[in-house]
C-alpha cells in the first residue's frame, strides 16, 4: 500500500523545490535589507540539524525570527484538551471491535500502555504520536524549537506566524470519519511507517519536488487535505511575514510545505513583486 508518512512531518515537508534547497533569501519590494525562509521537518532526527555554516550565516543576520508557532509559550493543558474528541465521545465508538482490538495492541506495543488511556484523543494526534515513536530522537526538541531556542539565547524578536487555535481548527476540518480511516490504514501496515519516513527525510535533504508531488498524489488521504491544512495557513503566515518584514530582517522557519507549490509562500510572495531566490548550502551529515 502507498501511504505517506504524515502529520507533522509531511505538515512540514510535502515538497521540495525546482532549485535544490530548502533555504531561500528574500528581497525586492523597498525592503531594507533581505529576509529569508527557511523550511523546517518538524522531528528531531539530527541529520536536519547538520546545515552547514551558510544556515547560520543568514540566521545571524537577521534580528527577528517567525516560526509556525512560539511553542514555548503554548498552554499545555489547553492544547492537550484540543487533542481530545468532545467530552462523551471515545474512540471505541468510533472503530469495529476487530479494528480497536488492533489498534489497542498496536498501543501497547509502540507507546506502552493499551488504548483505554489515549480512548479520548482525536485519532489524527493518536496517529500522529504512532508514527513519531520510531522516528530517531538524537536531538532533545524538534527542530523548530532548536531554532527559537537559538534566536531566544541570541535575543532576537520572535514571532509566531499564527496561533494553535488555526492549526486545531486545519485539523479538525478533516471529518472524524477520514481520521479514523486514516488510523485504520496503519493498524495492519506499521512496517510501512519507516519506510514512508525513510521517504519523506531523503526528500527533504536532497529537497526532490517531484518525489513529494508524487506522493501527495495518494489516495488515501482525505479529500481537500492540502487545502486544509497547507493553503489556508499559508495565507495567514504570508500576510505575517510581510509585516514583520516591514520593520525586521527576518528569518521565517515555517515547515517546507508552506514554502512550495501555486499556493505556498514563494510564489505568493513573487506574485506580490518580491524576488526570491534559493540559498545553496550543503548538509554535513
Known amino acids: 500500500m502507498k501511504k505517506i508518512f504524515l502529520l507533522w512531518g509531511l505538515v512540514g515537508l510535502i515538497a521540495s523545490l525546482s532549485a ?28 536536519v540539524f547538520s546545515f552547514d555554516s551558510t544556515v547560520w550565516h543568514c ?6 525570527l517567525a516560526v509556525e508557532l512560539l511553542l514555548d509559550e503554548l498552554n499545555v493543558s ?14 471505541n465508538e468510533l472503530f469495529p471491535k476487530e479494528d480497536y482490538r488492533a489498534l489497542d495492541s498496536l498501543c501497547k506495543a509502540k507507546l506502552g500502555a493499551g488504548l483505554i488511556f489515549f480512548n479520548r484523543m482525536k485519532p489524527f494526534f493518536l496517529l500522529s504520536a504512532l508514527q513519531q515513536v520510531d522516528i530517531p530522537k538524537e536531538m532533545p526538541v524538534a527542530l523548530d524549537m532548536f531554532l ?14 499564527e496561533d494553535y487555535m488555526e492549526q486545531i481548527k486545519a485539523i479538525d476540518a478533516i471529518s472524524l470519519k477520514e ?9 495492519y501496515d506499521t512496517n510501512s511507517m519507516a519506510v514512508q519516513f525513510d521517504t519523506l527525510l531523503d526528500a ?40 514583520l518584514t516591514k520593520k525586521h530582517r527576518v528569518f521565517c522557519a515555517v515547515g517546507c510545505g508552506h514554502l512550495a ?14 524576488t526570491v531566490e534559493p540559498v545553496m548550502f550543503s548538509w554535513t551529515k
Request: aromatic fraction near 8%; include cysteine.
Open 204 to 243: 527533504y535533504l536532497s529537497a526532490d519536488m517531484d518525489k513529494w508531488e508524487e506522493m501527495l498524489k495518494d489516495p488515501s488521504l482525505p479529500e481537500n487535505f492540502n487545502k486544509r491544512l497547507l493553503e489556508k495557513r499559508n495565507v495567514t503566515m504570508y500576510k505575517g511575514f510581510c509585516k
Open 148 to 161: 527559537l531556542q537559538q534566536a531566544r539565547a541570541k535575543g532576537m524578536q520572535c514571532y509566531g506566524l
Open 179 to 187: 481520521q479514523v480511516k486514516m488510523l485504520q490504514d496503519v493498524i
Open 261 to 274: 507549490g501555486d499556493q505556498g509562500l514563494i510564489e505568493m510572495l513573487r506574485k506580490k513583486g518580491y
Open 59 to 64: 540566521f545571524d543576520q537577521c534580528d527577528a
Open 78 to 91: 489547553a492544547v492537550r484538551e484540543e487533542m481530545m474528541l468532545p467530552k462523551g465521545q471515545t474512540l
Open 20 to 47: 535544490q534547497s530548502v533555504l531561500w533569501q528574500v528581497s525586492g519590494r523597498n525592503l531594507q535589507a533581505p529576509s529569508y525562509l527557511y523550511g523546517t521537518i518538524h522531528i528531531q532526527d539530527g541529520r
